[in-house]
Every structure is written in structure tokens, then in C-alpha cells.
């Protein structure tokens, strides 16, 4: 483990942090193309109960100014050649049917307005992902093999389909149907893992806005996942974001694309209900 990890886990264990660790997110304005007000400080969602505040932020507020800038500009964002390529790959038939995704969905990926910022939701009794809806698309309508989880093919149409909702508040409903997987998503955000006995909580909701070193931590909201880290050089979907936290517990963590990360997708994704959605991001 390296010293920062050490410090990171020494700092959420005791809910201490170093003396000179506190930093609270920036005043900056995200305004992607000089045209596109992104609401990144809203009112905390009723439900948290106090729990971040009485405010919530997006995760670009934490992020360093160089960071922050590649956000700005879509020639500047990395994360839009895959989304160019996806563009590509949704008007491209493919699979034993001889169709593309655009063979539906004739009006292009704009139909998608919105569908991305009420993610993920029930349908048909099946708490459901983007990644779902992609695969099945495929599969049942097109004849064509599935895509991988986390591979860019997969991530660059999530971030497609997100990008049509790009400004739009995210608006998770967790009531009805949703209601018993919110309530998995939220036992399993508070619930310790792994040797180092850490939950998502100790980090975003107990530490948020404290600096360890170099890094800054947000309160963990994923309004802009699928997400490109710097870290990675590619994007990155919200599982594997999921799977690389509880690692690093020291935990056998859960599959991408398991029950147990779609209802922890439902449930920190309606943390940020207010937030706009900000598909593709860019983080580091």
C-alpha cells in the first residue's frame, strides 16, 4: 500500500485528517462551451436527511483548475473521441439482423434526452442500468453479441446517450418499485468492508472536503460517469469505479454489472438528484 492509501485510510478510520487536510469545493462555474450553465451546488436531496448538509456539489468543484478546464470545452474534453467513435458504432449495423441502433432509434441519440438523468429505474420488476438497456438493444433487436462492461465500446455509448441529457437535473425516482433496491443501495453505502473496515460513507460523507496530500475528496456523486480519469486515460463506468473503492478495503468485491453495484447505482446516484448531469466528465 502507498503512503497516500495509508493516509487516506488512516484519516476515514479515525475521522481525523491531517492538520493541514481541509479544504472545502471551489467557487468555480462550470460553463461547458461558453453556452451550457451546469448546476454543480444544489440543495441536498430531502431523503439524505442532513447527512451531506444542506447542500450537495458535483465532484468538479474538488477537482484542480487544470482538471476542471478540460470540462470546459468539448475539443478539450478527452472523453469525446470515444463518444465520436460510439457515434459511429450507433449508426453502423451489426449483428445477425442486419440493423444499428439507428434503425429504431431513426431521430439519432438526441431521442435519449433525458433517459440518462432517471437512471437506473425498474422496469418490468428489474432494477435496470444504461449498460441494460444497451445489451439488450443488441441482443434482442439487432442479433449481436454484448458488450463488455467496462470496455470503451460499451462506456462511449453510455456516455453517447448521457450526453443527450447533459444540463438536465438528475431525477432518480426511489419510491414505488424503486424502493426496496434504494434501500439495498443505501444498507450497503453504510456498511463496512474488507480488513480495513471502510465504507463508501467514511470517505464521502464523513471526510468530504478534506485534502489528504494531493487529492481531494468529493462527496462522491456520479452525475458524470461515465467518467474520463486522467488516472485510466479512458472513460470509466460507475461499477468499476464501485469495484476499485471496495478494493482497495481489502474486500472481495462484487462483479460489475451484480445486483448488489445496480442498487448501489440507484442509491448514490439519487445523492445527486438536483445536480445536473455533466456526461462525459472528466476527473483525475
Given amino acids: 500500500m502507498n503512503k497516500f492509501k495509508a493516509l487516506l485510510i488512516g484519516a476515514c478510520t479515525a475521522g481525523l485528517l491531517p492538520a493541514a487536510g481541509v479544504a472545502g469545493p471551489d467557487d468555480d462555474k462550470l460553463m461547458v462551451n461558453d453556452e451550457l450553465d451546469l448546476a454543480t451546488e444544489v440543495a441536498a436531496p430531502a431523503h439524505l436527511d442532513g447527512a451531506l448538509g444542506s447542500t450537495i456539489y458535483s465532484g468538479w468543484r474538488f477537482r484542480t483548475d487544470e482538471t476542471q478546464a478540460l470540462q470546459l470545452d468539448d475539443f478539450d474534453n478527452p472523453a469525446m473521441l470515444t463518444v465520436d467513435a460510439a457515434l459511429d ?48 438493444h443488441r ?99 460507475r461499477h468499476n469505479r464501485f469495484r476499485g473503492c471496495i478494493r482497495d478495503t481489502r474486500a472481495e468485491t462484487f462483479a460489475e454489472g451484480s445486483d448488489e453495484f445496480r442498487a448501489l447505482e440507484l442509491y448514490v446516484a439519487s445523492r445527486g438528484n438536483g445536480l445536473s448531469v455533466e456526461t462525459p466528465a472528466v476527473r483525475q
Avoid at 89 to 99: I, V
Avoid at 119 to 136: A, F, Q, T
Avoid at 140 to 146: D, K, L, Q, T
Fill in 89 to 136: 458504432a450507433f449508426n453502423t449495423p451489426d449483428g445477425s439482423e442486419g440493423k444499428s441502433c439507428a434503425s429504431c432509434h431513426t431521430g439519432g441519440p438526441e431521442e435519449f434526452a433525458g433517459l440518462s438523468a432517471s437512471m437506473p429505474k425498474v422496469i418490468d420488476g428489474k432494477l435496470v442500468v444504461m449498460e441494460d438497456l444497451i445489451n439488450s
Fill in 139 to 237: 441482443q434482442e433487436v439487432m442479433g449481436a453479441e454484448p458488450l463488455k462492461w467496462s470496455g470503451q465500446e460499451m462506456q462511449g455509448m453510455v456516455a453517447l446517450i448521457g450526453l443527450q441529457s447533459r444540463g438536465m437535473p438528475v431525477n432518480v425516482a426511489i419510491d414505488g418499485e424503486a424502493a426496496p433496491f434504494w434501500e439495498q443501495g443505501k444498507e450497503m453505502y453504510y456498511t463496512r468492508y474488507g480488513q480495513l473496515e471502510l465504507s463508501c460513507a467514511n470517505c464521502h460523507e464523513d471526510n468530504w472536503g478534506n485534502m489528504i496530500r494531493a487529492d481531494h475528496l468529493s462527496q462522491g456523486q456520479i452525475n458524470g460517469f461515465p467518467t474520463y480519469r486522467l488516472k485510466q486515460a479512458q472513460l470509466i463506468s
